[in-house]
């Protein structure tokens, strides 16, 4: 009906409106579901644009702005996603709106300040997350708090703090166990982080079990990994794959982590496009990928990982710098001529 223009927004009360704009955050809520962003920000901010006009419904209001700063966040596109979470800030001044809902902020700084790098910001972030939740009355080990132990986890791992990253991916996977089947996607998110934390703590066998099961749910998903030539832009699968790498890696078998790197470096690019810059994650597997590449005397691999890690994110930047620092023990020249 949308589609055949049988909406007549001239012919809407304020009603009308509110539920009108209601139905298109639902159908942006479930691209967002299954990592379609793109799909997901254009029903979002339709959304938005709606709201505009609709008298009163602040919390209505506030889960649209929410949704569509998250969907900037997937897509790296910080500047949108800051003006974003400025508007929920304003909205959360005004009386109309649940203090409660402060929550929503804090997962939103948390998860900005983790795609820029930010690790210890974001943790404080996704710590007032927590409390937040807990002094409103919610139980600790309630399911509605798994998103946010996810984001804790992510963090905490990126801060290579494995012990606690493994403590929390257990006790997120406790949680779900009982109300979840074992091929649900929130299992291959626990997984890959498990294999992430075990990883980190020297259990390459329990690392490579977990995340293999990550990526066998991932990969089973077709809404979440397309076939018949589509290309995936889902980062929990880019994710999978780098964690893949980095254990094939700690192994010794470059080949096949460069294999698992590449897949990842083809969803970000898809996924991010121009915004590639703005994501700290996709300069760590720029790193990881280089290293493995330098180790190999794969100048063809170094150049798919290292020229792009310059291009997007500078010679300044830490992990160039690391990079050109580790590949020249190799005798790896970026700008040599293949032959």
């Known amino acids: 009906n949308d589609q055949e223009g049988k909406f007549k927004l001239l012919l809407m009360d304020n009603d009308k409106k509110r539920i009108y704009a209601g139905y298109l955050g639902l159908i942006g809520g479930y691209y967002k579901k299954y990592a379609d962003y793109k799909e997901a920000l254009k029903y979002y901010t339709r959304a938005g644009e709606m709201f505009d006009s609709v008298k009163g419904y602040e919390s209505y209001k506030l889960n649209i702005f929410y949704g569509l700063a998250g969907i900037n966040i997937s897509l790296g596109s910080i500047q949108d996603a800051e003006r974003n979470v400025t508007k929920l800030d304003e909205m959360l001044s005004s009386t109309a709106i649940d203090k409660g809902d402060i929550s929503f902020i804090y997962m939103l700084k948390a998860r900005l300040f983790l795609i820029q790098g930010k690790y210890l910001e974001a943790l404080e972030q996704v710590n007032d997350t927590v409390a937040t939740f807990i002094n409103s009355g919610v139980n600790p080990d309630d399911v509605l708090l798994s998103n946010t132990y996810l984001l804790k986890t992510e963090i905490l791992n990126s801060l290579e703090k494995y012990r606690e990253a493994y403590a929390q991916a257990e006790q997120l996977y406790s949680m779900n166990k009982a109300k979840k089947k074992e091929d649900h996607e929130i299992f291959g998110r626990i997984y890959t982080q498990m294999a992430k934390a075990e990883l980190g703590l020297g259990d390459i066998d329990k690392a490579s079990d977990h995340i293999t099961k990550a990526l066998a749910i991932f990969l089973a998903d077709e809404k979440r990994n397309p076939k018949n030539g589509e290309i995936s832009e889902d980062p929990d699968l880019a994710a999978g794959y780098v964690v893949q790498g980095d254990i094939l890696s700690a192994r010794g078998d470059m080949k096949q982590a460069i294999e698992n790197y590449r897949d990842?470096?083809?969803?970000?690019?898809?996924?991010?496009?121009?915004?590639?810059?703005?994501?700290?994650?996709?300069?760590?597997?720029?790193?990881?990928?280089?290293?493995?590449?330098?180790?190999?005397?794969?100048?063809?691999?170094?150049?798919?990982?290292?020229?792009?890690?310059?291009?997007?994110?500078?010679?300044?930047?830490?992990?160039?710098?690391?990079?050109?620092?580790?590949?020249?023990?190799?005798?790896?020249?970026?700008?040599?001529?293949?032959?």
């Open 264 to 339: 990842a470096q083809k969803i970000y690019f898809y996924l991010y496009k121009n915004n590639s810059g703005n994501i700290a994650q996709v300069s760590d597997l720029y790193l990881k990928g280089a290293k493995a590449a330098c180790k190999l005397k794969d100048l063809y691999h170094y150049k798919a990982f290292g020229l792009p890690q310059v291009r997007e994110f500078g010679n300044d930047h830490p992990s160039t710098i690391t990079m050109f620092e580790y590949c020249k023990q190799y005798d790896m020249d970026l700008w040599k001529k293949e032959n």
